[in-house]
C-alpha cells in the first residue's frame, strides 16, 4: 500500500526521496549472468513476450509517433472557419473512415477514433457525461450537428459490439474492435434519442437558407447516420424491413454522385493519431488509413444485409440450405451481413427463423430429403444422436458465413462429424438418416476439397489427385442420389398401384379402405414425392457436373503428362520427404474416413498411369485424339445441363422436371451457374490449345503448367494453362 | 541489498526512466544478460500525462536508470532475510 | 565471396545483435528483442547463421535462419521455421536454401514429424524456395499479416505421424 501511495504522488518535478536508484546494482548483477540466460518468473511463458511492445523502437513505441502542432493543439471548442463546409468535410470522412473499418477491415483507432471528436465524445461518455453537447464551440453546426453525427457512429460501434460478442467472426481477422480502453458504449443513450439528435439536426439544417452544395451533403450524412443506428433493429426485433437499408442505398449513390464536385478537407488536425499517442495503447503505432473516396461500401454493407434479410422468406428446408449454400460463395459478404445471417437464422430464442425448434428444422431436412416423415431411431440412442445432428447442422449453417478462408477449415472439421454421425446412424440402421447424412458428408468433401482451388492451395503438380479424387467423391454422390431416386420412385409407384389395386376390386369394405388410403397418399405425400423427385433430379444433375469437369480435368492432366510437361510429384527430388509422404499429408483430412474409403496412393499412381498415354506408342495420335473428342462431348453434355438447371430457376422451379429450390436466390444462383459454365467453356478452348501447342513442339522441355483462374469463372476448376518456362538465371 | 539477486527483483515494479522526461513504471518480469527488461501493466508517464502500455520490453540502452521505492526494497530485503533465516 | 554457414554462438552478444539488425532490415513485422530471445535463448542450437569470410567483415551474418521444435498437441513434434533473412547483395546464391536445408536437417535428426512455417500469399520467392523442398499448402489464413495480406502455412511431412490427423493419432496413444 505505502508503495502505491508514492507511486501515486510520484512526478518528475517531486523529490525522489522515496526511491533507491537500483541501475549500477541491475548493471552489476547482469554483467555475472552467462550470455544466454535470461531471468524471469517461472510461470511466465516467454512466448508472450513476442506480443511486447518496445520502447524506443518506433515500429512498437506509440510515443515515438510524431504528431505537426496543428494535431498537437487541435482545440474541439473551436468553430473553425466556415462551419458548415468544414463540419461537412469532418462528417464526410468520419462516415468513410466508416467504411474503412467494416468494409476494409482496417482498426478503430486509425479510423473512427482517429477523429478527435470521436475521441472526445467518448471520453466524455466514460466520465458520465452522456448528453451533449460533447464540445462547446459556441455554433450549432459544430455543437449539435456534428455531436449528433458522432454520437450516431459511436451508436453504430455498439451495434458492432454487440455483433462481434456474439462470437461468430474472428476479432483482428474479420473485424477490428480496439477501442483503446474508452470502450463507453454502454453509457450511450438508447436509440430514440440517438435518433431524435439526428432528427433534430436534420431539421435545424432546415431552417439554413444556404443553397449551397455543402448543405445537402452534410444532410445526406445525417440521413446516412440514422440509417446506421437503424441496423440494429435486423437484430433486436428480427426487423425484416429494409427501408432504412433501401435509405441508405439512395443516399448513398446521391453522395457519389456530388462528391466529385465538392471540395472537403476537415479541419487539419481534426484526424489524426493523436489516440494513439496519448491515450492507454497496448498496440503498436499505425498510420491512419487513407479512407476510401466513396460511399460504395454503405451500398455493398445494405446490399448484403438485404440478400441476409431475404432468407425470412424460407418456407422449406430446401430453400434454407440453397441459400446457405450460395448467399456467401460468390463474393464475401460485407462483415456485418456474415455476423447477422447466423444470429437472425438461429434465434435467442433457440428457434430457427422463429418458425422451428432445432431438432424440428433438422427433421425437415430429412423429410424434404426423403419424402418420408422421419420416426425416431429406433435405439435408445435415437433422441441423443438427433440433438447431435442438428447441432451439427446447425454448426454446417453458421460456416457459411464463415471469412472465405474460414469457410474451408471449418469444412475440415465438419467432415469429421458427418462421419462420425454417419456411422452412428448406421449402427442403428435408420435408412433415411443414413442417406441424407451421407449426403451431406459428400458435399462437404467435395466443397473442402474445390475450394482449396478457389485459395490456391494446391500446386499444379497436385490437380491430377485432387480431381480425381474428387471424382471419385462426386462417382459416389451420384451412386447414393441414385438410390435414394429409386427408393422415391418405388413410393410413387406404390402409391399409383393402389390405384389399379382398386379398380379391380369389387366394391366393398376392402376397395373403400384402399380407397381411402390412396386419397390420403395422393392428398399427402403425393407432392412432397414429386417435389423430391425433382430435387433429387437437380442434385444428380449437379453431381454429375461436378463428376464431369473433375473427369475433364484429369483428361486435360493426363494429356500434358503425355507429353512430359508435368506429373503428379515435385519437378525436383527431395531430401527430407518423399512423394509418397506428401500425397498422404495432402489426403490427411480424409483419411480417417470411413465411406468412401480414401484410396491408397497407389490407387492414385495406377490411375494415373491409365490417364496417360505412352509417346513411343503408334497409336499415340489416334488415342490422343479420342481424348480430344471425349472432352468435347463432355463438356457439351455439362454445358446442357447447365442451361437446363438456369432456365429452371429462372422459371421459379415450374418445369415440372428439377426443382433446384432456389426461389429466394433466384439471381446468385443464375450467376453461379453461369459462371460455371463459362469455365467449362474455357477448359474447352484450353484442351485445343494444349494439343496444338505441343503436338507442334518437338521439344517440350520448355513448357509448364499454371492454375489459372477463368476470368469471371468459377475457381473451383481452375485452366491447367501451358506456360513457357523462363531461363533460369546463370 | 547487496544479498539481493536479480530474480528478487522479478515481480516488483520498477521505475524506469528513459530520455526526454519519460518514465516507465512496471512490474519486472524478464531481465536478459544485457540488462534488455520486460516489464508489464506499463504505466507511461510524461510530464503531467499517464497512460497504460501493457507489456513493455526496454532496452538497456534506452534505459537511463532504474529506481525502487525503498518500502519495496525493504521488503525484497526482509523476505530475503526471512527466508535465509528458515533456512540456517 | 566465400560463404561458412555455422550455428548461433548464443554466448556472442554481438551476433544477437546482428542477427537481430539483419531480420529488421528484412522483415516487415516489427520484431521487439523478446521476440529474439524467446527464439535464440530457448533453441540456440536452432538458428545457423551464414558469413562471408571473404568479406571486411568476416564474422557479422549476411544470413540467418531462425527455428524452434515444440511437442504439437502433444501428438507429434513440429519443427517450426521462425525467420529466415538473407542481406539483400547476397541473395541469388542460394544462401537462403543452404539455411533451410541446415535447419530442417537438424530438426530432422531432433526427430520432428513436420516443419511448418508461415509465409505471404505474395511472397512468391519465399513460396518457390520451400515448396521445392517439398512443402505443400495447408490453409490459408485471412488477412494474417500486419500489411493485411493473406499467409499460408507451409509443412513438409518428415514422418507418417505428420499425415495422420491428430484426433486419431490421440485415440492410438490411448490405446
Redesign the interface.
Known amino acids: 500500500m505505502e508503495v502505491d501511495r508514492i507511486l501515486g504522488s510520484l512526478s518528475i518535478t517531486d523529490d525522489f526521496d522515496q526511491l533507491v536508484d537500483v541501475t549500477c546494482f541491475f548493471d552489476e548483477l547482469c554483467s555475472k549472468l552467462k550470455p544466454e540466460t535470461i531471468v524471469k518468473d517461472p510461470r511466465f511463458d516467454l512466448f508472450e513476450g513476442t506480443h511486447s511492445l518496445e520502447a524506443d523502437n518506433s515500429k512498437l513505441d506509440s510515443s515515438l509517433i510524431e504528431l505537426t502542432d496543428e494535431e498537437l493543439e487541435f482545440d474541439l471548442n473551436v468553430a473553425h472557419e466556415s462551419p458548415l463546409s468544414s463540419v461537412t468535410a469532418i462528417a464526410d470522412r468520419l462516415l468513410r473512415c466508416v467504411i474503412s473499418w467494416l468494409n476494409e477491415y482496417q482498426t478503430l483507432p486509425t479510423t473512427v477514433l482517429s477523429c478527435r471528436y470521436t475521441e472526445c465524445l467518448l471520453s466524455s461518455l466514460i466520465k458520465g457525461t452522456s448528453s451533449g453537447p460533447f464540445w462547446n464551440t459556441g455554433d450549432a453546426l459544430y455543437d449539435e450537428v456534428l455531436g449528433s453525427c458522432v454520437l450516431g457512429v459511436c451508436y453504430l460501434a455498439k451495434f458492432v459490439h454487440r455483433l462481434l460478442s456474439a462470437g461468430i467472426v474472428f476479432e483482428e481477422e474479420d473485424l477490428n474492435f480496439n477501442s483503446m480502453r474508452l470502450n463507453a458504449f454502454n453509457n450511450l443513450p438508447d436509440q430514440d434519442v440517438v435518433i431524435k439528435s439526428l432528427i433534430n439536426s436534420l431539421q435545424l439544417l432546415e431552417t439554413y437558407s444556404d443553397e449551397s452544395l455543402h448543405l445537402v451533403m452534410l444532410k445526406h450524412t445525417l440521413k446516412i447516420t440514422l440509417c446506421l443506428v437503424h441496423l440494429e433493429d435486423h437484430l433486436t426485433n428480427y426487423s425484416t424491413e429494409t427501408m432504412h437499408l433501401d435509405e441508405l442505398i439512395e443516399n448513398a449513390n446521391s453522395v457519389n454522385s456530388m462528391l466529385p464536385q465538392l471540395q472537403l478537407s476537415p479541419p487539419s488536425g481534426s484526424f489524426s493519431t493523436y489516440i494513439q499517442k496519448h491515450r492507454s495503447n497496448q498496440f503498436p503505432p499505425r498510420q491512419i488509413t487513407e479512407p476510401p473516396t466513396d460511399y460504395g461500401g454503405f451500398i455493398i454493407l445494405a446490399e448484403d444485409i438485404k440478400t441476409v434479410l431475404l432468407v425470412n422468406e424460407a418456407k422449406s428446408a430446401l430453400e434454407t440450405y440453397q441459400f446457405a449454400n450460395i448467399f456467401n460463395k460468390l463474393k464475401q459478404r460485407h462483415v456485418i451481413a456474415r455476423i447477422l445471417f447466423p444470429l437472425i437464422f438461429i434465434r435467442d430464442d433457440r428457434t430457427i427463423l422463429g418458425k422451428f425448434s432445432f431438432t424440428d428444422f433438422y427433421s425437415l431436412h430429412i423429410k424434404e430429403f426423403s419424402a418420408q416423415t422421419p420416426s425416431e431411431p429406433s435405439s435408445a440412442l435415437g433422441g441423443e444422436l438427433i440433438q447431435e445432428s442438428s447441432n451439427i447442422l446447425l454448426e454446417w449453417y453458421q460456416n457459411s458465413s464463415q471469412n472465405t478462408c474460414r469457410y474451408r477449415q471449418g469444412f475440415n472439421r465438419q467432415l469429421i462429424l458427418w462421419d462420425s454421425l454417419q456411422a452412428q446412424f448406421e449402427s442403428v440402421s435408420s435408412k433415411i438418416y443414413c442417406f441424407w447424412t451421407y449426403f451431406m458428408k459428400l458435399s462437404i468433401m467435395i466443397e473442402f476439397s474445390l475450394k482449396g482451388f478457389d485459395l490456391e492451395i494446391y500446386k499444379p503438380f497436385e490437380a491430377y489427385s485432387m480431381f480425381w479424387y474428387v471424382y471419385y467423391l462426386s462417382s459416389h454422390l451420384v451412386d447414393l442420389l441414385n438410390e435414394c431416386q429409386k427408393e422415391i420412385e418405388s413410393n410413387i409407384s406404390a402409391i399409383h398401384s393402389m390405384n389399379k389395386k382398386i379398380k379391380k376390386l369389387k366394391a366393398g369394405e376392402k376397395k373403400d379402405q384402399l380407397r381411402f388410403k390412396y386419397r390420403f397418399a395422393m392428398d399427402n405425400e403425393m407432392d412432397q414425392l414429386q417435389t423430391t423427385k425433382q430435387f433429387l433430379n437437380y442434385l444428380l444433375k449437379e453431381a454429375n457436373i461436378t463428376k464431369s469437369l473433375c473427369l475433364i480435368e484429369v483428361f486435360q492432366f493426363g494429356i500434358l503428362k503425355s507429353f512430359h510437361v508435368i506429373d503428379n510429384k515435385n519437378d525436383t527430388p527431395l531430401k527430407f520427404s518423399d512423394e509418397r509422404l506428401i500425397h498422404e499429408l495432402r489426403f490427411k483430412p480424409f483419411n480417417s474416413i470411413g465411406v468412401p474409403e480414401l484410396p491408397e496412393h497407389e490407387a492414385f499412381q495406377k490411375s494415373l498411369k491409365d490417364f496417360t498415354i505412352d509417346r513411343e506408342e503408334s497409336s499415340f495420335d489416334t488415342r490422343l485424339k479420342a481424348l480430344s473428342s471425349f472432352i468435347e462431348e463432355e463438356v457439351q453434355n455439362v454445358n446442357k445441363s447447365i442451361d437446363e438447371i438456369i432456365s429452371c430457376i429462372k422459371a421459379g422451379d415450374n418445369n415440372g422436371v428439377l426443382v433446384t429450390g432456389t426461389g429466394l436466390v433466384q439471381e446468385l444462383s443464375v450467376e453461379y451457374y453461369s459462371k460455371l459454365k463459362l469455365t467449362s467453356k474455357a477448359i474447352a478452348i484450353n484442351s485445343k490449345v494444349i494439343m496444338s501447342t505441343l503436338k507442334k513442339d518437338t521439344d517440350h522441355k520448355d513448357y509448364k503448367v499454371e492454375l489459372v483462374h477463368a476470368t469471371k469463372g468459377w475457381n473451383y476448376y481452375p485452366i491447367q494453362t501451358l506456360r513457357v518456362k523462363e531461363n533460369r538465371r546463370k | ?1 547487496d544479498a ?4 528478487d ?3 516488483s ?1 520498477l ?1 524506469v526512466s ?2 526526454e ?5 512496471g512490474s519486472l ?8 527488461l ?1 516489464l508489464d501493466h506499463v504505466e ?6 499517464s ?9 538497456r ?13 525493504r521488503d525484497l530485503a526482509a523476505n530475503k532475510f526471512e527466508l535465509m533465516g528458515n533456512i540456517v | 565471396m566465400e560463404i561458412v554457414y555455422k550455428p548461433l554462438d548464443i554466448r556472442n552478444e554481438e551476433q544477437f545483435a546482428s542477427i537481430k539488425k539483419l531480420i529488421d532490415a528484412d522483415l516487415s513485422e516489427p520484431y521487439s528483442i523478446y521476440v529474439y530471445r524467446y527464439f535464440l535463448n530457448q533453441w540456440p542450437e536452432l538458428t545457423y547463421i551464414a558469413v562471408d569470410v571473404k568479406s571486411s567483415t568476416p564474422s557479422a551474418p549476411i544470413g540467418c535462419i531462425v527455428c524452434k521444435t515444440d511437442p504439437h498437441r502433444n501428438v507429434r513434434q513440429r519443427g517450426y521455421i521462425g525467420m529466415l533473412a538473407v542481406e539483400s547483395t547476397y541473395r541469388g546464391h542460394g544462401i537462403a536454401k543452404t539455411l533451410v536445408e541446415i535447419a530442417i536437417d537438424k530438426m530432422q535428426r531432433a526427430h520432428c514429424d513436420e516443419i511448418m512455417l508461415e509465409t505471404e500469399v505474395e511472397n512468391v520467392a519465399a513460396l518457390n524456395l520451400y515448396e521445392g523442398m517439398g512443402f505443400i499448402r495447408m490453409k490459408r489464413m485471412f488477412r494474417y499479416y500486419l500489411n493485411e495480406g493473406d499467409a499460408f502455412k507451409l509443412i513438409l511431412p518428415l514422418t507418417e505421424r505428420s499425415c495422420t490427423r491428430s484426433t486419431f493419432l490421440m485415440h492410438g496413444q490411448m490405446a
Do not use: C, H, W, Y
Open positions: 541489498m539481493l539477486k536479480l530474480s527483483f522479478i515481480g515494479t521505475i528513459l530520455a522526461d519519460r518514465i516507465l513504471i518480469v524478464a531481465v536478459d544478460a544485457q540488462m534488455n520486460l507511461e508517464r510524461i510530464g503531467s500525462g497512460r497504460m502500455m501493457g507489456l513493455v520490453s526496454v532496452p540502452r534506452s534505459v537511463q536508470s532504474i529506481k525502487i521505492t525503498k518500502p519495496m526494497l
